[in-house]
């Protein structure tokens, strides 16, 4: 698996991935589970050898009693075989598939992920888009952009919808590659989710924008953003200061620059910070030029006002989003549900 050497961002929030949530539920199954864990795991794996029949609530029990990649790929084979006992069953509404991908996602199993998701004697298993994100999120992290789109693929095959977060990763992959092929596959997914009606997020949409202008195509770039609906945040003020200064309407690139200037607006309103890069690239397209005097004092201003950042467009789109979620206290240490008066493990494995 060929992966881009630094890459360490991730574009999904806490509130898909869900790890902490899952790790708390780990740590209170194990409290409550009779025996030590070591045990459960050598007659598991003596069920499998017998081939015994895997029971639904005993593979939910293994996948949250896994802590390392040898526990791991003890449920990848209950899996393999659940499946292979139960193919042609409804799970229900409980899912399997995002439980094995926040474990793999806890432990950095990206090439584990993969092959399970692109595995055809999986095929129906991972039948949301949750598992699909999850894993194309881990490998995007790891700078896996091929490998990225390999899962986007199959989960396009197996006929998984798409949500805003799988057109987020998929956008931002195809940027991140940057290559023509890469460029078809962004416009072939942006022209079908608008066509079949999907809501495709403004930092989906960014990542659009700036594929096409790495590729030096304004007039492209120019006709995406103007499907954003709010351009007011900070990567779309950036990459509209970026199309202006490289369409050569450095006279509108200066309008945006001292509309957001500090010291020109109200108190309430948040400062918008531009990228050096984006800076950088303004005073050269004006150097030798009319606006070359203007565009200097304009940045000076700006630098003195504090809104100039270091950071790139590249790490301003590949941010981690914080999500919306408020805090939760971990659950008290009981060994019965209050709802439901049933042992706590079951009622955790159900949820």
Do not use: W
């Amino acid at each position: 698996m060929a992966c881009s050497i630094g890459a360490k961002r991730h574009l999904l929030s806490e509130d898909v991935i869900k790890l902490q949530d899952f790790q708390q539920r780990k740590l209170a199954v194990a409290n409550q589970v009779s025996g030590s864990k070591g045990n459960y795991f050598d007659l598991f794996k003596h069920k499998l050898h017998k081939n015994e029949l895997i029971l639904k609530d005993e593979l939910k029990l293994l996948l949250h009693l896994c802590q390392s990649v040898e526990d791991v790929v003890t449920a990848k084979d209950a899996i393999y075989r659940y499946h292979e006992e139960n193919r042609n069953i409804s799970f229900g509404e409980f899912k399997f598939g995002p439980l094995f991908m926040r474990l793999c996602y806890e432990l950095g199993l990206e090439e584990m992920a993969a092959a399970t998701l692109t595995d055809r004697s999986l095929r129906g298993f991972f039948n949301e888009s949750t598992s699909f994100n999850i894993a194309m999120d881990m490998l995007f992290m790891k700078g896996c952009y091929e490998s990225t789109l390999e899962v986007l693929r199959e989960m396009k095959n197996q006929g998984v919808p798409f949500n805003k977060e799988t057109f987020t990763l998929a956008f931002g992959t195809c940027y991140k590659l940057n290559t023509p092929e890469s460029s078809r596959i962004c416009s072939s997914l942006m022209e079908e989710g608008e066509t079949r009606g999907h809501m495709i997020p403004r930092h989906a949409y960014c990542f659009v924008v700036a594929l096409a202008l790495r590729q030096n195509d304004v007039p492209r770039a120019q006709a995406i953003f103007s499907r954003i609906m709010s351009t007011e945040g900070k990567i779309c003020q950036n990459l509209k200061v970026m199309m202006l200064a490289m369409s050569g309407s450095l006279k509108e690139a200066l309008s945006v620059l001292s509309s957001v200037l500090v010291s020109r607006s109200p108190a309430f309103v948040r400062k918008t910070d531009f990228s050096q890069e984006v800076v950088d690239l303004l005073r050269l397209r004006s150097e030798n030029g009319p606006h070359m005097a203007t565009v200097a004092q304009v940045v000076s201003q700006l630098q003195k006002a504090g809104q100039v950042t270091p950071q790139s467009l590249d790490d301003m789109l590949c941010h981690t989003p914080t999500g919306k979620r408020k805090h939760v206290a971990m659950m008290e240490e009981r060994r019965v549900s209050r709802r439901t008066l049933r042992p706590l493990y079951s009622t955790l494995l159900s949820e």
